[in-house]
């Protein structure tokens, strides 16, 4: 093995100078230079402030938005320093208590919907930052934050159709709704009915 | 079931199908010494590397030589990437000022291992662990290399059965060259601009601090994601930038980054069975070998998206919506994306164990029972079907030895492969790898199960004071993160997952302590340089016998007979080694999730 040690140093310092730096070097610049705004993490920014990325999930709580799904990233959720799932088995009773628990909040804060709850409303994502939900679930809340906002079901059912993305390609994935996008747009489109 | 669901898994097979050859075909040229269309860029940086390195492009090595120049390359690897994470906080580009305190000494130890080893198995998140330097300059060099360096002894094995009456397999350093130089670096440029318009991340700036709409504090991780995600894919490698890996939206956005994802992880392993049929001269023994992994992977792919659309029993009780619909896809959605669903999801958890990747793009550790007995198995078996970056094409060629071993017991002749008698250095240097890795997952796994440490106890006044080193929390059953079988599954993973230097994981066990870094640290190495190095032997071995020509009573080792042969070796091999283990883990786990069974810790951890 002696023979090939001299050889075997130079050559990792050379791959790491170029696979390590020219080559991630080179990326950044290009993506900097075609891609910048998904290069830098798609940020939105409502009066000049940003205030989250269209790519990662953030938590919504009030009665007057779109809820994400539970997330188990960080303590509290949506922590986007601490990307995670559950990792809770099939056969773990926390998982059962859990989603137990969400699907009684569920109901109690959606009284009109009727009928089996979304997958989607009562799981914790892979990431913990599922910035979407189902358009099953969306539409589950919609009563709710017509209520809320004081405006018809049908100008909140426009928005979810509005926000809604489709399978890619027509085939790929699943189709979706953006919560923060679609939280955004009601508070755009029906602030002044507030 | 959906039919989109089905689309999507022809499709994605489909396209897979159509680069096999022009994969296979620029990689046979390319490693036989011809000019290819990128010759008139990259030749120039070839021939420097040379220069620099001090290789002469035109030295034949024996099989002892090329092993030695892996490993001698594979222990600089390790200390650059223990030493890159270890001084992290004296480093630059490190905005977020990680240091040593955030990477422990076992931890840089099992991750240095686990990259230069092809695995990726992480025992930390690597958001809130490692430096921008530290991702780039070792991890993702690593992510080269060791997917070039897999490359490199596919090819060598491969003309360990296509030449004759020599002693050279080719030479490690121009191998490992050609690979990065032609093949990784020009593709993973493509692949990261592909990303990034699909919204991979892209830059060194520090972590983003937003206010949400609702007032909360969100810091949002960012760095040189693109760049690491398609050599994560393309190399095999799997270890995210980010803790979620694949799940993680900045890693892949969107179901078309996803598919891309899923391709760039098969098209490498897939070509190479058709550049080995080019090399031994007979091309039907490439498709032979392409056709066992593909009906092994669409079985497997079949289970998994069952079991997952079929979800779980106990949480229908709670009124979910459990069939797939137009608006949500139903099934088992712990741990999974909404915009990848049931169908992308298993897809994925499939192809990444299939090859020795380990990127996930959902929780295996939520995976239903026989949804995370699919990926367990294909590890265990070897990750043959098509497999990792070369370490796939020499892993299926071990089990097309021991398959024409077998028959020709059967028969009563000396068996043969492609030409070559197959004899008894070949027959055992096969059983050496497929012993060495099954020991290394059972052992270690049935040690963990069992091992005790001192837990933490606590003085007087509640302080915790003392603990084990090796293990604080306690037993080494005290880190699972699910109780029951699943808890074993856990356990069973994380060792079968290191061993075949995959890295994926049942991620809930907590493996960051002394004890597990180092028997997983262990466990890669088993897995990679004792499956790898008898394989080159073997090599050598066959390299200096003459070919024997094909008589009437030669087993043709190519066509469905000898596919389903292969299929039936690489399943029995498994079954046998396995069976007892599964059947604690995901097989008891199933039936008792049928009957409704739940589990929680009791107040003792498991096993004291």
């Known amino acids: 093995?002696?023979?090939?040690?001299?050889?075997?140093?130079?050559?990792?310092?050379?791959?790491?100078?170029?696979?390590?730096?020219?080559?991630?070097?080179?990326?950044?610049?290009?993506?900097?230079?075609?891609?910048?705004?998904?290069?830098?993490?798609?940020?939105?920014?409502?009066?000049?402030?940003?205030?989250?990325?269209?790519?990662?999930?953030?938590?919504?709580?009030?009665?007057?938005?779109?809820?994400?799904?539970?997330?188990?990233?960080?303590?509290?959720?949506?922590?986007?320093?601490?990307?995670?799932?559950?990792?809770?088995?099939?056969?773990?009773?926390?998982?059962?208590?859990?989603?137990?628990?969400?699907?009684?909040?569920?109901?109690?804060?959606?009284?009109?919907?009727?009928?089996?709850?979304p997958a989607d409303a009562l799981t914790a994502s892979g990431s913990g930052l599922d910035p979407e939900i189902s358009v099953a679930n969306a539409d589950a809340q919609a009563a709710r934050v017509a209520q809320a906002r004081h405006t018809s079901l049908e100008d909140v059912e426009r928005l979810i159709a509005g926000a809604t993305r489709g399978r890619d390609l027509g085939f790929l994935g699943e189709p979706r709704v953006n919560v923060l996008e679609l939280n955004l747009a009601l508070d755009r489109e029906l602030n002044a009915r507030k | 079931m959906t039919q989109n669901g089905w689309l999507q898994i022809a499709v994605f097979f489909l396209i897979v199908l159509a680069l096999t050859k022009p994969m296979g075909s620029f990689m046979a040229r390319l490693f036989e010494g011809g000019r290819t269309f990128l010759h008139p860029v990259l030749r120039r940086l070839e021939t420097l590397t040379y220069k620099v390195v001090g290789v002469n492009e035109s030295t034949e090595q024996r099989w002892t030589q090329y092993a030695a120049s892996l490993l001698a390359f594979s222990i600089f690897s390790f200390l650059f990437v223990?030493?890159?994470?270890?001084?992290?906080?004296?480093?630059?580009?490190?905005?977020?000022?990680?240091?040593?305190?955030?990477?422990?000494?076992?931890?840089?130890f099992n991750t240095a291992i686990s990259f230069v080893t092809n695995t990726n198995w992480q025992s930390y998140s690597g958001e809130s662990t490692l430096?921008?330097?530290?991702?780039?300059?070792?991890?993702?060099?690593?992510?080269?290399?060791?997917?070039?360096?897999?490359?490199?002894?596919?090819?060598?094995?491969?003309?360990?059965?296509?030449?004759?009456?020599?002693?050279?397999?080719?030479?490690?350093?121009?191998?490992?060259?050609?690979?990065?130089?032609?093949?990784?670096?020009?593709?993973?440029?493509?692949?990261?601009?592909?990303?990034?318009?699909?919204?991979?991340?892209?830059?060194?700036?520090?972590?983003?601090?937003?206010?949400?709409?609702?007032?909360?504090?969100?810091?949002?991780?960012?760095?040189?994601?693109?760049?690491?995600?398609?050599?994560?894919?393309?190399?095999?490698?799997?270890g995210g930038f980010f803790g979620a890996n694949s799940a993680h939206p900045f890693e892949n956005p969107t179901p078309l980054a996803n598919l891309l994802q899923m391709v760039l992880i098969f098209i490498i392993p897939a070509g190479l069975t058709y550049t080995f049929g080019l090399m031994v001269g007979d091309r039907r023994q490439?498709?032979?070998?392409?056709?066992?992994?593909?009906?092994?992977?669409?079985?497997?792919?079949?289970?998994?998206?069952?079991?997952?659309?079929?979800?779980?029993?106990?949480l229908d009780r709670l009124g979910i919506a459990s069939r797939a619909s137009a608006t949500q896809a139903g099934g088992n959605m712990e741990g999974k994306e909404t915009r990848f669903g049931i169908a992308a999801s298993a897809l994925f958890a499939t192809v990444t164990t299939d090859a020795s990747c380990g990127a996930v793009n959902g929780a295996h550790d939520s995976l239903t029972p026989l949804g995370g007995l699919v990926p367990l198995f294909n590890i265990q078996t070897g990750e043959v079907i098509f497999g990792g970056v070369g370490a796939g094409l020499y892993g299926i060629l071990l089990y097309a030895v021991v398959a024409v071993f077998i028959a020709g017991l059967?028969?009563?002749?000396?068996?043969?492969?492609?030409?070559?008698?197959?004899?008894?250095?070949?027959?055992?240097?096969?059983?050496?790898?497929?012993?060495?890795?099954?020991?290394?997952?059972?052992?270690?796994?049935?040690?963990?199960?069992?091992?005790?440490?001192?837990?933490?106890?606590?003085?007087?006044?509640?302080?915790?004071?003392?603990?084990?080193?090796?293990?604080p929390p306690g037993a080494a059953t005290a880190n699972l993160n699910n109780a029951g079988p699943h808890g074993f599954s856990e356990i069973l993973y994380a060792y079968t997952s290191a061993t075949g230097n995959n890295g994926s994981a049942f991620g809930g066990i907590n493996t960051n302590t002394p004890w597990y870094n180092l028997t997983l640290g262990v466990a890669m190495l088993a897995g990679r340089f004792l499956f790898l190095i008898p394989l080159l032997a073997a090599a050598g071995s066959l390299a200096m016998k003459k070919k024997v020509p094909s008589t009437s009573g030669t087993l043709p080792t190519h066509g469905p007979l000898f596919a389903t042969l292969l299929i039936g070796t690489v399943i029995l091999v498994g079954a046998l080694t396995f069976f007892p283990a599964l059947a604690l883990g995901p097989i008891v786990e199933h039936y008792l999730m049928a009957g409704g069974k739940l589990f929680a810790f009791a107040p003792l951890p498991l096993g004291s």
């Open chain 2, 82 to 108: 223990y030493a890159l994470q270890r001084l992290q906080g004296v480093l630059p580009l490190n905005p977020q000022g990680l240091n040593s305190g955030n990477v422990s000494p076992d931890l840089a």
């Open chain 2, 410 to 471: 059967m028969v009563g002749r000396t068996p043969e492969y492609v030409g070559k008698k197959i004899e008894q250095k070949e027959v055992k240097m096969a059983m050496l790898a497929l012993v060495a890795t099954a020991f290394s997952i059972l052992l270690l796994a049935g040690l963990s199960s069992v091992a005790h440490f001192d837990g933490p106890t606590k003085d007087a006044k509640g302080q915790p004071v003392a603990h084990s080193y090796w293990n």
């Open chain 2, 131 to 238: 430096s921008y330097l530290t991702q780039m300059a070792a991890l993702t060099v690593q992510n080269f290399m060791s997917g070039a360096a897999g490359i490199a002894v596919a090819i060598a094995v491969s003309r360990g059965f296509a030449r004759q009456k020599v002693n050279g397999l080719g030479n490690f350093w121009v191998d490992l060259t050609r690979a990065t130089i032609y093949i990784l670096l020009p593709l993973s440029i493509l692949a990261a601009l592909f990303l990034s318009a699909q919204g991979v991340i892209q830059n060194f700036h520090p972590y983003t601090v937003v206010k949400t709409v609702e007032g909360a504090k969100q810091v949002i991780a960012q760095g040189p994601v693109a760049s690491q995600e398609a050599i994560k894919m393309l190399g095999t490698n799997g």
């Open chain 1, 1 to 117: 093995m002696l023979p090939q040690l001299a050889p075997a140093l130079r050559m990792t310092v050379f791959m790491t100078v170029l696979t390590g730096l020219v080559y991630p070097g080179l990326v950044t610049g290009a993506c900097q230079l075609l891609f910048r705004r998904q290069a830098n993490g798609s940020l939105i920014a409502r009066n000049g402030e940003v205030i989250g990325s269209a790519l990662i999930g953030q938590n919504f709580t009030k009665p007057d938005y779109f809820h994400p799904r539970p997330s188990a990233a960080g303590n509290d959720g949506y922590d986007a320093t601490a990307s995670q799932g559950s990792n809770l088995g099939p056969t773990n009773q926390k998982l059962y208590d859990r989603m137990k628990a969400a699907a009684e909040q569920f109901r109690k804060e959606n009284p009109s919907f009727q009928g089996p709850i």
């Open chain 2, 286 to 314: 490439g498709w032979t070998l392409f056709g066992a992994c593909a009906v092994m992977f669409l079985a497997g792919v079949l289970v998994c998206y069952w079991a997952e659309q079929k979800g779980n029993p106990t």
